[in-house]
């Protein structure tokens, strides 16, 4: 996957937990998981804004585009 | 997340059920009698018709012929016809069972189609397993179905080989007064388009597992 979600460095930057982040966003911890884990294959606006707005921050910090391995 | 299945799909399923069940025992069937018809004799008078040919003591095959016109005049004084002809003529030839390649590759053909048929019916089963657990949309049943395609098409091939091997036989062994055998390779032009039809769906549900997927990990 070309676009790489940072979920993990947020998080340790935030002090939070993945299952806390799921529980204010309103999402299951299995989606979340798939997030973090860039098996996704696409994202809602609607995720990416519940996201920006518990982790603080904007959606360039969440995203980030690698070369394929 | 999974749909539940129909009651049509649970209802398909089980009658696929059936047709594998009878064909399972039509090939136990076939198996038993291709071993025992060497031995028979008058008193185990066998016949096993299955679709158009029999294994056994006597045989049913395929023919083609033509009538003599000469020979059978076909009219009809009250509408004014004098003469009439039968074109495009098939029936079924019965005769006692010759021993050699004849049997032998009538077997062969009757055992292929069995085991192509038995085998599309298994994959249509597996199709309709999904569909009844609400999960269609799997990589598996692209593939099932393409295989069904191809067994439909190559079932109306070899169906069609063993139709004018028997008819080719027939012409080349048998005289009858007033009659002419003749053969052909006819294959129907409507089970290669269901054939078509099937691959068309194929490609329908291996674009709709790729959807599936697709919404299963938008996030």
């Known amino acids: 996957m070309a676009i790489r979600v940072k979920l993990d460095y947020l998080l340790l930057d935030r002090q939070m937990t993945l299952t806390e982040l799921a529980e204010k966003v309103g999402m299951t911890l299995a989606n979340l998981s798939i997030l973090k884990t860039n098996k996704a294959r696409a994202i809602r606006f609607s995720t990416l804004d519940a996201l920006c707005r518990e982790l603080k921050c904007q959606p360039g910090e969440l995203l980030e585009w690698t070369k394929e391995v | 997340m999974g749909r539940k299945g129909t009651g049509a799909a649970t209802a398909v399923s089980w009658v ?16 038993f009698f291709t071993v025992v018809a060497p031995f028979g004799n008058d008193r185990l008078d066998m016949e096993v018709d299955a679709a158009f040919v029999a294994i056994g003591t006597r045989m049913t095959v395929p023919v083609r012929f033509y009538v003599d016109t000469d020979a059978h005049r076909i009219t009809a004084p009250s509408i004014g016809v004098e ?4 074109i495009d003529t098939h029936g079924s030839l019965r005769f006692p069972a010759p021993q050699g390649y004849f049997r032998f590759v009538n077997t062969a053909f009757l055992t292929a189609l069995l085991l192509l048929a038995l085998w599309g019916v298994r994959q249509l089963h597996a199709v309709f397993a999904t569909l009844r657990q609400g999960q269609p949309f799997v990589h598996a049943n692209a593939r099932r179905l393409r295989l069904v395609a191809g067994a439909v098409i190559g079932g109306e091939v070899l169906g069609a080989a063993m139709v004018a091997f028997n008819q080719y036989y027939a012409k080349a062994h048998f005289t009858a007064t007033g009659l002419l055998f003749d053969w052909s390779f006819n294959i129907d032009f ?30």
């Open chain 2, 16 to 31: 696929l059920g059936i047709a594998r069940g009878l064909l399972t025992l039509a090939l136990v069937l076939l198996a």
């Open chain 2, 83 to 86: 003469r009439g002809e039968l």
């Open chain 2, 190 to 219: 409507f089970a290669i388009v269901l054939g078509l039809i099937i691959l068309a769906i194929a490609e329908v549900f291996a674009a709709g597992t790729r959807l599936d997927e697709d919404q299963a990990l938008t996030i």
